[in-house]
């Protein structure tokens, strides 16, 4: 009793407190808008919350939305409580501590009750500290940049429909709902008698159905590390091509760090694109973490970016320095939230090649279709069996497992 | 005080049915109720999400309808269908009877031919059923948007007839396994309830309420091993139904102590994946060294 009690004296509205509660999560990453805002609210008005954790338990049953969210909420409510205390204790007091904090100059006084201020200043140099942290690069990135070289017209229109090809293959997808179709496919016993239902049941027209094409989403995960150097110049091309194609595309590239490369290739001529994304990507050419660059990516992205009907392609030589552990967790955690991982390794097109990096025998197991390339060729090869193989379904072109078969 | 009684008295339903809880599951179910909003379990498989909604329609005596969601599931079934085929004999049926065509027109569209879907049976019931919609990470996103229409409007418009609205809002429970994320639409229309595996002595007092009859230290064995077990890393991790299985299998053979001979031959009640149950097997010794170690510090 006496804690809510406290409160109450402290903060004469609670319903302000929620609010300012709400915001925090917000800025913490909830989603937690003024419908939770109600919500908590209405939940409030019918709990008995005679004890603190009951309210917290309230709160906890209505404010989070997701597991992550669930799990970090007690520790983010018991840091607002805490805050708010220092605040008020400071209020009480009278001495301001934000004047010391030359943060409070960009602060809005007119957004906020008095009392939230020291929170509110807390919040923005805590969120300012963060955005610092971001914005930093770790040591060990090879900050070389490199110029790409343009291509040649002819070799670009090649390359691309290649891969027009390819992505139409692996993005069309047939589904279990029906389509109302013209006069092929299967007959629809249901929409025909509905339709000559009022022609007093006899059956003047005759309707059809199939089977729905549904269009995949693809991610492009793009080893740039050293040791793709010399495959760079096709590799570019390559990832060109899949953007270029369609708005369902999302391309990220790595070695050391994970970049998000979308926006910057969308809608440029290549030449450009080629040239910003030199400029933008300090680590290319650095070393290779592809395992923790899967991880940042099923971290950072996973959730938003992938699902059932996302196909991962993967360009990578396999070549990884960090803990294979991790490389072979991260495969499993994509291949779990993906519709298929497709691996491309440029090394493959070699007859000697055996998968024995120890990164690629990791990934080996979660990969669903494992192909070389090296050159024009051996895409057109991949785009082949595409063509036939539609289901999840082990498929490996390299050469030598071809000729074995 | 009134209110607390009420938040006692549920978790006394729930625990009178059977159902082993938490303060969390229980705030949860009780705001849900209170407020009226769908209740959007999510957690691993086998945890107990489903028996929730179970419960909570014998704890309110109410009728429990379920909609068990799959890939490429449509309107047509999920709210209502016209039985076409039985409207067309009627028809021809029909043809020679005097009746006005006003008539065999309301015969036609009659509950008679009515199929009605979960959904069209959850918003006519007399009373608020518990409505579970099973599984919803397995039917496609449209069907996903189509349910939030259902979750804010409960009415349905059957051209037909007109449109029907609920007369009892019923009680929502929707499971997730987690298979793919969720709209964000769609948890926010919802209370989000996080069902993890059960520690130690949860497990050990859902064992002990649903197998009566079994022998104290083996229970306590089975939980333990089962907490160590999860804590491997495994395709597919066990849960509580399989402990249950466990338990109910142990205790029919009339054993009344684990070691690592039964455990190896029934390993297969536990753990339903080959890879699983070969790690399993290679790791035994040492999982059961853990076991003793855990139950003599306790």
Redo the contacts between chains.
């Keep these: 009793m006496s804690d809510t009690q406290n409160l109450i004296t402290r903060q004469t509205e609670l319903s302000a407190n929620i609010v300012a509660l709400c915001r925090f999560l917000r800025q913490k990453g909830f ?1 937690a ?1 003024a ?2 805002e109600v ?1 908590a609210l ?2 409030l008005s ?3 919350f ?1 004890t603190r954790h ?1 309210m917290m ?2 709160l ?3 404010l ?4 992550i ?3 970090t909420f007690e520790g983010l409510y018991q840091e607002y409580w805490d805050n708010l205390k220092k605040a008020v204790d400071s209020k009480m007091t009278e001495k301001p501590e934000e004047s010391s904090d030359d943060k409070s100059k960009d602060s809005d006084p007119r957004k906020k009750p008095p009392s939230l201020n020291h929170l509110k200043n807390w919040l923005q140099g805590k969120t300012a500290v963060e955005e610092e942290e971001v914005a930093s690069y770790s040591d060990f990135e090879v900050l070389t940049r490199r110029n790409f070289s343009t291509f040649s017209e002819e070799e670009m229109h090649h390359v691309m429909r290649i891969i027009r090809l390819v992505a139409k293959t692996l993005m069309n997808r047939q ?3 029906y389509e109302a179709a013209r006069s092929r496919g299967q007959f629809d ?2 929409r025909t ?2 339709n000559n ?1 009022r022609k ?2 006899e059956m003047f027209e005759l309707a059809w159905r199939r089977r729905k094409i549904q269009r995949l989403k693809m991610v492009l995960l793009c080893d740039v590390s050293k040791s793709m150097d010399l495959y760079s110049r096709f590799l570019i091309q390559f990832i060109y091509g899949f953007q270029a194609l369609s708005n369902q595309v999302d391309t990220f590239v790595f070695s050391t760090l994970l970049h998000r490369v979308t926006d910057k290739l969308r809608g440029r001529k290549i030449g450009p694109a080629l040239e910003r994304l030199a400029e933008d990507i300090p680590d290319w050419s650095g070393g290779t973490r592809i395992g923790a660059s899967l991880v940042r990516f099923m971290d950072d992205f996973g ?2 970016k992938l ?2 009907r996302t196909i991962v392609i993967i360009l990578s030589d396999g070549w990884d320095t960090g803990d294979i552990e991790v490389l072979a967790d991260a495969m499993r955690r994509i291949r779990q ?1 993906s519709a298929r991982i497709i691996w491309l390794n440029p090394l493959a097109g070699s007859a000697e090649f055996e998968p024995k990096v120890r990164g690629m025998q990791a990934a080996l197991p979660y990969i669903d279709v494992f192909a070389p390339c090296h050159n024009i060729e051996s895409l057109q090869r991949l785009a082949g069996h595409l063509v036939t193989a539609r289901k999840r379904k082990r498929i490996d072109l390299r050469e030598n497992m071809i000729e074995s078969r | ?4 009684a ?2 006692e008295r549920i978790r006394k339903l729930l625990e009178t049915e059977g159902y082993i809880t938490d ?2 599951i229980v ?2 179910v ?2 849900s109720m ?2 009226k ?1 769908p209740l959007l379990i ?1 957690g691993p498989a086998g945890v107990g999400k489903t028996e929730i909604a179970k419960v909570m329609a014998s704890a309110l005596e109410t009728d429990l309808i379920r909609l068990q969601c799959y ?2 599931l ?1 309107a ?1 079934h999920a709210i209502y269908e ?1 039985n ?2 039985r ?2 004999l009627y ?2 049926m029909a ?1 020679q009877s005097d009746a006005s065509i006003a008539q065999k027109s309301a015969d036609l569209f009659s509950d008679e031919f009515l199929l009605k879907r979960p959904v069209l049976q959850a918003v006519t019931q007399s009373k608020s059923p518990v409505f579970l919609i099973d599984e919803v990470d397995r039917a ?1 996103e ?1 069907f996903e948007s189509f349910l939030l229409e259902i979750l804010s409007d409960w009415q349905v418009t059957i051209p037909e007839i007109g449109t029907i609205e609920a007369t009892h809002v019923p009680y929502v429970v929707v499971t997730s396994n ?4 969720l709209s ?1 639409a769609l ?2 229309r ?5 069902i993890d595996y059960p520690d130690f002595d949860k497990e050990l007092a859902i064992v002990k309420s649903k197998v009566p009859d079994i022998d104290k230290k083996l229970a306590d064995q089975i939980c333990r091993f089962m907490q160590e077990v999860r804590q491997q890393r495994l395709e597919k991790v066990p849960g509580i139904a399989e402990t249950l299985d466990w338990a109910f299998a142990l205790a029919s053979l009339h054993v009344d102590h684990l070691d690592k001979d039964i455990i190896e031959q029934t390993l297969g009640v536990v753990l339903k994946d080959w890879q699983d149950i070969r790690q399993t097997q290679l790791s035994l010794s040492e999982l059961w060294d853990k076991v003793g170690v855990s139950s003599k510090i306790n």
């Design positions: 989603i808008g419908r939770e919500d209405q939940a019918v709990v008995p005679e009951q338990l309230a906890k049953a209505v989070p939305k997701s597991r969210e669930v799990e589904t279990r709902r016993v249901r008698v509905r239902m007093g049941g959730n938003q699902d059932r939230k | 005080m009134k209110k607390n009420e938040l303060s969390s705030m949860s009780f705001l209170q407020l909003k999510e890939e490429g449509d047509n016209w076409y085929q409207q067309l028809l021809k043809e496609d449209e987690r298979v793919r994320e964000e948890r926010r919802c209370m989000y309830l996080w």
